[in-house]
């Protein structure tokens, strides 16, 4: 397979090329509200490359951080959504989309009426490490034998714990379009990681990338052209949401999947989905005298902290549980009966009902209210 460096090196060089001109067949085709690129001058449209667009899940007021944000088209559509009291973060490793991002970026403030759009450098799976800080920082004290290699290396640590690329617990909604892929295999845990540790307490992803429908072969993934080409990276689609779960997401659903594949290389399909992703479920149980009813369509769900509820049932929760399904995505899908886990909570009574791995017992009494 490819080595780390080699990988990334291949991914900046191609789109470095990008940048310059426009590449057809680097991604899929997208589309996007016309309203909003009336703003977006040509150049930045012509060389933006993607798979999903995730803007329609964005609202006004939000903090929000794109991943490969190359020429910044995503970012400018992103800033009209949110407005002046939000603020859109790009985040790129490649120079000549910085280039074109940042020329843009007065030109479209200017037509809006704010500037609220910033972009940096860095590696989306580490976005704790801001790469012109560490640039300059090397610069003023350059590699020149194994002793400055091995302080480099203990400045970039330092420069992750005390300036931040994008803190922890800072931003409300990550987005990106066909990045993921492009992130060598080994550090696509970290990725995930990354993506959960930058977001608020209640922030979600909303991801679109290209999977595939059987695991790529070793072959494939030593190919540069298709690795830099968002084939050769992509993860299934039954890895790429369990690599949510496994980084602490929950409520993941697929919102948009595209039907037919982008591209199919060697009998494996790739295609574009669109995943939306929250982050917090984590903490203690407490009990408050809280209890939920499933009332269908289906026989049983089973939610991501285990929790094995059957149509009809009583079943006493905890409070960060019974919270959880007062919010999205829960929360939003009660009223649909295709989608959906509709629950009501209920009054406590005089009956024993025990909660599924929260180890409490609840009192609940006959009485349902909303």
Known sequence: MIDAHRTEAIVRQRYAAGAKERVDNLCCSVEYESEYLKVIPQEVIERDYGCGDPSPYLFEGEAVLDLGSGTGKICFIAAQIVGAKGKVIGVDMTDEMLDVARRNAPIVAERIGYANVEFCKGRIQDLALDLELLDRQLKAHPITNA??????????????????????????????????????????????????????????????????????????????????????????????????????????QILKRDAQPWRTVQGIEFRSVTVEAFKGKQGECFERN???????????????????????????????????????????????????????????????????HCGIQKKARAGITT
């Not at 999977?211 to 690795?227: F, I, R």
């Not at 999205?328 to 649909?336: D, E, G, M, R």
């Open 147 to 252: 002793a400055s290699f091995l302080a480099a290396d203990e400045l970039a640590e330092e420069l992750r714990v005390k300036h931040p690329l994008v803190a922890s617990d800072s931003v409300d909604v990550v987005v990106s379009s066909c990045v993921l892929n492009l992130v060598e295999s080994k550090s696509k845990r970290q990725l995930f990681e990354e993506i959960f540790r930058v977001l608020k307490k209640g922030g979600r992803a909303v991801i679109c990338d290209i999977v595939s429908d059987e695991e790529v072969p070793e072959e494939m993934q030593n190919d540069p052209d298709l690795w830099s080409g968002c084939i050769s990276g992509a993860l299934t689609e039954e890895s790429f949401l369990a690599a949510f779960e496994r980084a602490g997401f929950y409520g993941i």
């Open 290 to 356: 809280q209890a939920v009813i499933y009332r269908g369509p289906f026989k049983e769900v089973l939610d991501d902290d285990g929790h094995r509820m059957e149509r009809g049932k009583r079943y006493a929760v905890c409070d960060k549980t019974y919270n959880l399904y007062k919010k999205s995505p829960i929360a939003p899908s009660l009223s649909s009966s295709i989608r959906s886990s509709r629950y009501r909570s209920i009054r406590p009574n005089h009956s024993i009902v025990r909660v599924p």
